[in-house]
């Protein structure tokens, strides 16, 4: 299988090509904009159980650090470390829609414990990001 990672899309340009991270495990995280509260969530991108399949994203653990209005952790999350701890629900989401604001801060993009604005690798348009999971695209031919 080809190197795995994810693709980065802004939604409103479907033309532009989407942009390539290689990458196997990262995480994402953001802080919520009315209550303050860090979220983070760590997903694998992991080769398809189906030859010729494109690769799988799997929500693996998430954290949340504290509760507000609207945003309560699920009722399995296990308090650790002043951080709210639990499995996601959704497993093996198709992509993510992650909606960046020019209004507040950007997506941190973490791998191996270094975190860096969503925007290093692909710039907001405020509007959806699409994230999916793929591998890596085949060089051009020259």
């Known amino acids: 299988m080809p190197g ?16 390539f991270v290689p990458v196997e495990r990262f995480t994402l995280a953001w802080t919520h904009s009315i ?8 997903y694998a991108v992991v080769a398809s159980p189906t030859a ?10 998430a954290r ?8 309560e952790p699920p009722d399995d999350a296990v308090l650790r470390n002043g951080w709210y701890e639990y499995t996601p ?7 993510l829609r992650l ?12 791998v191996d414990g270094q975190c860096v604005p969503l925007g290093q690798w692909l710039p907001s348009d405020g509007g959806v990001t699409l994230l999916t999971p793929c591998a890596r695209p085949p060089a051009p031919e020259r």
């Not at 949340?64 to 945003?71: Q, Y």
């Not at 629900?89 to 992509?95: A, E, K, L």
């Open 99 to 110: 909606t960046r604001s020019p209004y507040t801060a950007d997506y941190a993009w973490c």
């Open 35 to 42: 209550e303050k509260v860090r979220w983070e969530e760590d």
């Open 64 to 71: 949340v650090r504290g509760s507000g209005a609207g945003m």
């Open 52 to 61: 010729g399949q494109p690769p799988v994203l799997q929500a693996r653990t």
């Open 89 to 95: 629900r959704m497993g093996s989401p198709q992509g």
């Open 4 to 19: 795995l990672g994810v693709c980065l899309a802004l939604a409103a340009s479907a033309a532009a090509p989407p942009v």
